[in-house]
């Protein structure tokens, strides 16, 4: 199916700063709303940050949520850094497409939609309803051996998601949430968040789905020979393509579209946290557009929380990815939005904050 070629270039070029002026105008409100002063703590926060994205106080609804899950192989996976068969991934896209998996259950429940796209499955996917053919190719290289991707292909895949962001906000999303499906696409987060934080491989790489000890060795083995022949003075978009993966670039593109198009995009774990240390390479003011969603257990994600200086929502010991995270963070959002344009302050109750 056709791509839209340029389209991430044309959304880095949308992107501007958050409003600083409706965030202090939010916070003076909140300031006088009919409660002791920061006595919703992060709430308050958040909902000064949504009125930043949009630029307007009180903030709009961030619904109707959009969720994209951006799925894709790796060929790292030759290395037995995870215990499961790479054709996992084309079966979960059967289940994400046909709505039985967890993302989707919790989609559901938060009214969001779900949309699978096939940014670089290794295998043939069948077509099915809420399933879009972006395939960029057929899974990355070994990052361990050689580049995962060449410049042409991590381009292609940061376009593949900076379109899906604006169509999915042309079609009436008012908040994107971040979503991917990858049999060892942790291994490549790791290598990602090595190489944007600093850190060595042995700190940032995690168990993944629960592998045990040899596997984990022969993953933080994998991370080290892939920075090994990454320069990683290069510049982002080469890193991505030396040690990423197609949905990882997808989901980079992703966020930088929501900043684009000034929605707010909640951010899940490891996997989508590797995208936002790209994204942010390539174009800062997206983390003003960003909410991290959860604090996964997985090191890496760790990581890269305290390396962009994020606080999540919640912190519930998810490690499934999906955008599972994400979208029970959804709530929470809402909750900011409604507060400041719902509760009453303190002289509509007669009272004075002295």
């Given at each position: 199916?056709?791509?839209?070629?340029?389209?991430?270039?044309?959304?880095?070029?949308?992107?501007?700063?958050?409003?600083?002026?409706?965030?202090?105008?939010?916070?003076?409100?909140?300031?006088?709303?009919?409660?002791?002063?920061?006595?919703?703590?992060?709430?308050?926060?958040?909902?000064?940050?949504?009125?930043?994205?949009?630029?307007?106080?009180?903030?709009?609804?961030?619904?109707?949520?959009?969720?994209?899950?951006?799925?894709?192989?790796?060929?790292?996976?030759?290395?037995?850094?995870?215990?499961?068969?790479?054709?996992?991934?084309?079966?979960?896209?059967?289940?994400?497409?046909?709505?039985?998996?967890?993302?989707?259950?919790?989609?559901?429940?938060?009214?969001?939609?779900?949309?699978?796209?096939?940014?670089?499955?290794?295998?043939?996917?069948?077509?099915?309803?809420?399933?879009?053919?972006?395939?960029?190719?057929?899974?990355?290289?070994?990052?361990?051996?050689?580049?995962?991707?060449?410049?042409?292909?991590?381009?292609?895949?940061?376009?593949?998601?900076?379109?899906?962001?604006?169509?999915?906000?042309?079609?009436?999303?008012?908040?994107?949430?971040?979503?991917?499906?990858?049999?060892?696409?942790?291994?490549?987060?790791?290598?990602?968040?090595?190489?944007?934080?600093?850190?060595?491989?042995?700190?940032?790489?995690?168990?993944?789905?629960?592998?045990?000890?040899?596997?984990?060795?022969?993953?933080?083995?994998?991370?080290?020979?892939?920075?090994?022949?990454?320069?990683?003075?290069?510049?982002?978009?080469?890193?991505?393509?030396?040690?990423?993966?197609?949905?990882?670039?997808?989901?980079a593109g992703y966020l930088v579209?929501?900043?684009?198009?000034?929605?707010?995009?909640?951010?899940?774990?490891?996997?989508?946290?590797?995208?936002?240390?790209?994204?942010?390479?390539?174009?800062?003011?997206?983390?003003?557009?960003?909410?991290?969603?959860?604090?996964?257990?997985e090191p890496g994600a760790r990581?890269?929380?305290?390396?962009l200086g994020l606080e999540p929502?919640?912190?519930?010991?998810?490690?499934?990815?999906?955008?599972?995270?994400?979208?029970?963070?959804?709530?929470?959002?809402?909750?900011?939005?409604?507060?400041?344009?719902?509760?009453?302050?303190?002289?509509?109750?007669?009272?004075?904050?002295?």
């Amino acid at each position: 199916m056709t791509r839209r070629p340029g389209a991430f270039a044309a959304a880095r070029l949308a992107v501007g700063p958050v409003d600083e002026a409706a965030r202090g105008a939010t916070t003076a409100r909140l300031d006088r709303l009919a409660k002791p002063r920061g006595s919703l703590g992060r709430l308050e926060v958040l909902a000064a940050q949504l009125a930043a994205i949009a630029g307007t106080t009180p903030p709009p609804l961030p619904r109707p949520a959009a969720v994209a899950v951006f799925a894709a192989d790796h060929g790292v996976h030759a290395q037995g850094v995870t215990p499961w068969p790479q054709k996992v991934t084309a079966a979960m896209v059967a289940v994400l497409a046909g709505g039985g998996a967890a993302i989707n259950v919790l989609a559901r429940q938060a009214g969001a939609s779900v949309l699978v796209v096939d940014v670089g499955v290794a295998t043939e996917v069948e077509a099915a309803t809420g399933l879009l053919d972006r395939r960029v190719r057929p899974g990355t290289a070994d990052l361990s051996v050689e580049p995962a991707m060449t410049l042409a292909d991590a381009t292609a895949a940061l376009d593949v998601g900076a379109e899906v962001a604006g169509r999915l906000v042309e079609d009436g999303a008012r908040c994107l949430v971040t979503g991917e499906m990858g049999i060892a696409n942790t291994t490549a987060s790791a290598a990602l968040v090595a190489a944007f934080t600093g850190r060595p491989p042995v700190e940032v790489t995690g168990r993944g789905t629960g592998i045990d000890d040899d596997t984990l060795a022969r993953k933080v083995a994998a991370v080290e020979r892939g920075l090994a022949h990454t320069d990683l003075t290069a510049g982002a978009l080469p890193v991505l393509a030396s040690v990423g993966g197609l949905e990882i670039a997808a989901l980079a593109g992703y966020l930088v579209g929501g900043a684009a198009a000034r929605v707010p995009v909640v951010v899940d774990g490891l996997i989508a946290g590797a995208a936002l240390l790209v994204a942010a390479a390539l174009e800062p003011e997206v983390l003003g557009f960003c909410v991290a969603g959860h604090r996964s257990p997985e090191p890496g994600a760790r990581a890269t929380l305290e390396h962009l200086g994020l606080e999540p929502v919640l912190d519930l010991g998810l490690r499934l990815g999906e955008g599972t995270g994400a979208c029970l963070a959804l709530p929470v959002l809402e909750a900011a939005a409604r507060i400041v344009a719902e509760m009453a302050t303190l002289d509509d109750v007669g009272v004075s904050s002295g």
